[in-house]
């Protein structure tokens, strides 16, 4: 059981915007950076936000991330097709001396 | 573009060692600002931090592990390893080497393909 929290599943159709959570606590999130990955199965994930709300070159300005206190929160603008995947948070935890993922979001676009 | 690619023991048995390694083209693992990094993803599961290295040798596990792994840094190899002993079927997973940017706060921002890992007798 992952110590940062994340909805299982989100949807939206092509175009639209959406938006998912990363809750954790003061010792991870609420003091460290958080970092966003996208994972399609069969292939290596893919960095797409780091220090809570920068990309990486070459990732679409429809990524975009942001944090407050404990959480944080990936939103997907203009939704294509492509962007059908899992997606994962990370971030350093203080009390574990260790990294820690999330549990992973399934976005499928309708 | 630095490239990182997964090998080792595809199959291993219960209670035995998996050794993987990690090696790197267009780039080295010496080169300055980075670390390293496992992480793997059983079947139908998410991912799992395992643990990195810094150039200095320094490592941090993930506490779950930490009695079980050892990640090392092979210069004259240029090669990155991952040793996890007394395996179970619970560490049948894919498992990923990653390069740790700590200008970008520790981020993991290039990944090998992965290598499947199964633990069976």
């Known amino acids: 059981q992952s110590v940062l929290t994340q909805p299982p599943s989100a949807s939206g159709t092509p175009g639209q915007r959406v938006t998912i959570s990363c809750s954790g606590s003061?010792?991870?999130?609420?003091?460290?950076?958080i970092k966003w990955y996208q994972h399609l199965p069969g292939t290596a994930p893919k960095l797409l936000i780091y220090?809570?709300?920068e990309r990486p070159s070459g990732v679409p300005d429809r990524f975009s991330g942001s944090k407050s206190g404990a959480s944080a929160s990936l939103a997907i603008s203009g939704l294509q097709s492509e962007d059908e995947a899992d997606y994962y948070c990370?971030?350093?935890?203080?009390?574990?001396?260790?990294?820690?993922f999330g549990p992973g979001t399934k976005v499928t676009v309708l | 573009q630095l490239q990182l690619q997964e090998s080792g023991s595809g199959l291993v048995k219960p209670s035995q060692t998996l050794s993987l390694s990690c090696t790197v083209s267009?780039?080295?693992?010496?080169?300055?600002?980075?670390?390293w990094s496992w992480i793997r993803q059983p079947p139908g599961k998410g991912l799992e931090w395992i643990g990195f290295?810094?150039?200095?040798?320094?490592?941090y596990y993930s506490p779950s592990l930490t009695s079980r792994v050892i990640i090392s840094l092979d210069r004259s190899k240029d090669q990155l390893s991952l040793r996890l002993n007394s395996v179970t079927a619970a560490d049948t997973a894919i498992y990923y080497c990653?390069?740790?940017?700590?200008?970008?706060?520790?981020?993991?921002?290039?990944w090998g393909q992965g290598t499947m890992v199964t633990v069976s007798s």
């Open positions: 990653a390069r740790v940017n700590l200008a970008k706060g520790r981020a993991l921002d290039i």
């Open positions: 267009g780039g080295s693992f010496s080169s300055g600002g980075f670390s």
């Open positions: 290295i810094y150039q200095s040798g320094v490592t």
């Open positions: 003061s010792s991870n999130i609420g003091s460290n950076s």
């Open positions: 220090s809570n709300n």
């Open positions: 990370e971030a350093w935890d203080d009390s574990l001396n260790g990294s820690v």
